[in-house]
């Protein structure tokens, strides 16, 4: 693999330091794709909105940040 | 009477306090969800879609989780869903990426070419490394008077090369670059890897930092401009395609 990047390859390849962290994962909801992050109470919640439907951002409920049921 | 209209208050009573909590908690969640109160509605259904492709662009291998990424195997089938959505008529590509791995941007690049449906992109921000390429790819392109773009040979960073098959190979996988964006946009190859090789303009390294209207005047990008211009291009993109078809059917 070849990265073709401005970005220095110690900045993309730095330690990180919360590892314990939960991984975003990709789920589909109703139709629309959406990356979700288990909070602290174990629910999802909405990181970002993978839609290229730009209706999809105007619903209420697939907010970033907001808690799926 | 008085006695009906005491039982009306005292059902209604307690229902008000709760319906006001409930707007509160909802007003309070959106101000910390996304710091305002409100988004704008819009009731119908859109025939324009839009690919926004931000951070770095992922391909064979995941980054690690510091790295705002856009992912090659959420793009592509996005693409392919656009191309045989009907109801879609047009795609608005996004442009905020500061590069990365060179075959999945240039999948995606060659994805959106080969489009059937009219696209155009804006760079916004910046398009640098392999989002050139992508920038590049739509029918028609525009840049943000602010944004930039930056130039730059393909290389193992901070790494001597060490033999020569390795250079033959990054040489080839540049070329490859090249070509895409030579075919795609009105810039010619002379010009481009002038630009990709000239010195003194990068502080630590070789390479252009190409800034909006210098990007118009090279011939990389079509028109500075925004989102208004973009979406009035694309309408005027598929007015065509639909004159073109009435055409071919009389």
């Known amino acids: ?69 | 009477m008085f006695e009906n209209n005491e039982r009306l208050h005292s059902d209604e009573a307690p229902q008000q306090p709760n319906k006001n909590e409930e707007s509160k908690g909802g007003i309070l969640d959106k101000i910390q969800q996304l710091g305002q109160t409100n988004v704008a509605q819009l009731p119908q259904d859109s025939n324009i879609h839009c690919l926004t492709i931000v951070g770095q662009i992922e391909g064979h291998m995941q980054l690690p989780p510091q790295n705002k990424t856009t992912k090659y195997e959420h793009v592509i089938p996005q693409i392919v869903a656009i191309e045989q959505n009907p109801k879609i008529e047009g795609l608005l590509i996004i442009l905020n990426t500061v590069g990365g791995d060179v075959e999945a941007g240039l999948a995606i690049a060659e994805m959106i070419a080969s489009l059937s449906k009219p696209s155009v992109s804006i760079v916004l921000g910046g398009g640098h490394s392999i989002g050139v390429p992508i920038a590049v790819s739509t029918d028609y392109s525009y840049i943000a008077g602010t944004a930039t773009m930056t130039i730059h040979p393909i290389r193992l960073t901070g790494l001597v090369i060490g033999v020569p098959q390795t250079f033959e190979y990054l040489d080839k996988m540049q070329e490859r670059v090249i070509n895409f964006v030579r075919e795609h946009s009105h810039i010619s190859e002379e010009k481009f890897k002038e630009l990709m090789f000239s010195k003194g303009n990068l502080t630590r390294d070789i390479g252009t930092n190409v800034v909006g209207g210098d990007a118009v005047s090279y011939g990389l990008i079509n028109e500075v401009g925004g989102v208004a211009q973009a979406i009035k291009k694309l309408n005027e993109l598929i007015e065509q395609g639909r004159q073109n078809e009435e055409q071919l059917l009389q």
Do not use: A, C, W
């Not at chain 1, 693999?1 to 975003?24: A, D, G, R, V």
């Not at chain 1, 992050?37 to 209706?55: C, G, M």
């Open chain 1, 1 to 69: 693999m070849i990265l073709y990047t401005m970005m220095p390859q110690e900045l993309i390849f730095q330690q990180s330091y919360h590892q314990e962290q939960s991984q975003p994962k990709l789920i589909n909801h109703n139709g629309i794709p959406v990356i979700v992050e288990e909070n602290e109470q174990k629910q999802q919640q909405i990181v970002r909105i993978l839609s290229t439907n730009p209706q999809d951002y105007l619903n209420e409920n697939y907010y970033p940040g907001q808690i799926l049921s």
